[in-house]
């Protein structure tokens, strides 16, 4: 055998199948050819279809995932969008139910929060009142001092009735209370609260000048206002401005905005703070409220930087504060050192 | 399918040659046809589709072959398994003997061996699937005939004595 196959080696170019030259070897491959394929091709065509049809369903399968998730994608970006919309909405157009979710507005307001329907003032950033609850007389005038050492005089309905403060600043003035006072207070506001408005103060914020700005629901409008102690500084109602010469159609407007922002009006609520004011006559209706006089009485009043003489009577220094800073609003600036401001004579 | 029924037969001998476990050749084959069914238009010229099913298979056996090195040699329960349909007893006696002395063969010398011999490839088929040179198939298959033949020498030997 061994010859045989030294023979194929010498003939390698002449290899032929079958042919190795051994005879045993070449019967055994013969054998093996003969055998039965293990797999015919009638069952490659089976296997080949069967492919073919899982083909066609994984197909099916894969595009029915793709287009359900596309459905489902883009019923999840509607309604999100539909959510984020209705959003946007209540912001421009506040309900009661969705400003009570309402914090964050902008820099400078009150927030509010509501739990049964009245609103609590909150605190913001750095500008905290301590409230002293020091009474000042039988007249239950109570003075609160802020950190900022201003100094603001509020009646027994916490309404602020003087600020000592004189810069008018952009920054946010916010106020801050026990919750049991604001709610006690903003329960009072709330019964006495006219029908046109609903029940939540959307936004308010205070100015160094005492004055306030805020946004109010009036009769399903957007209204707009700021209000000093002199009055009305601009009204919107829809966006749209009103003029100064139609603020008395607006009186329970005015009267609803001086109420919630809790600031005396010196003179008529709908009056208009920028027109030249009458200082005698808010200074008279000022000592008519604080009871130190009474309506239509004749009376004297001398008013300087470190005294308040009524009829003659030196008032306590509390009071004069508060007199001079209910001159300072009504004027626009403070008593200058060395002034004098008099009502009547002096017997 | 008109490109595989030609090579059907080439390939399913080539598999059953070397795989010794019968289920085992069948699902290399089915591997190897839905491979080549599956990347189809990977094909450019119908001339190739048999280097392309060639070298699937040939790939499909060497991962089998190492994993089921990692696992399980090659033992005489495995060889039992390796049935043939011949009516014969002596020629499937033959059959195995002969699968069991191309499995000890290197692989270097049994591809071209199994590929020429049973697949019934030409020397420059062999050669552009191996990518080796025609005298390089042709001298391997000239060692691969020569161990062969020992190793059946010596089997015939061993049973002899």
Known sequence: MKKQFNNDLININNLEKGKTGNADLDKAFAEMNSSPLILVSEEVGYIVDNAMVSDVTASVIKNTIILGGAVLASAIFGWMYFQYNSHQKAIRYPKKAQVKKMIPFEQNKIKLSSSNGNSNVSSEENYIITESNNKVNSNSIITSTKSTNQTLVHDVNSNIISDNSTKKTNAAKTLSKTEDQSNQHLAEDSKKSNSNFSKTIITQRYFDDGSAKMTLDYKNQPVRITINSRGIESLFINSEEVAPAYYYLYDDLASEAFKRAKIEPLALPTNDANAKPNISAMMTGALVRRALITNGEEFSFELTSSTAILNNTHLNSDIKKDLLQVYQNAFGSSLPRGGKFIIGKQK | ?161
């Open chain 2, 1 to 161: 399918m008109s490109l595989y029924n030609p090579l059907h037969e080439r390939l399913v001998r080539f598999v059953q040659t070397i795989v010794w476990d019968k289920e085992e050749a069948r699902d290399i084959v089915s591997e190897t046809i839905l491979a080549s069914y599956e990347n189809f238009d990977k094909v450019k010229h119908h001339e190739a589709f048999l280097y392309y099913l060639f070298t699937i298979a040939k790939r499909k056996m060497n991962r089998r072959y190492v994993q089921q090195k990692r696992q399980t040699p090659w033992t005489d329960e495995l060889n039992d398994k390796a049935e043939d349909s011949s009516p014969d007893a002596l020629k499937q006696l033959q059959v195995k003997e002969l699968k069991d002395a191309i499995s000890h063969l290197p692989e270097k010398y049994r591809e071209p061996l199994v590929l020429f011999e049973f697949s019934g490839l030409t020397i420059k088929e062999i050669a552009k699937l191996t990518q080796l040179t025609e005298n390089g198939v042709k001298s391997r298959l000239v060692r691969a005939r020569q161990q062969l033949s020992q190793i059946l020498d010596g089997s015939l030997h061993e049973k002899t004595i």
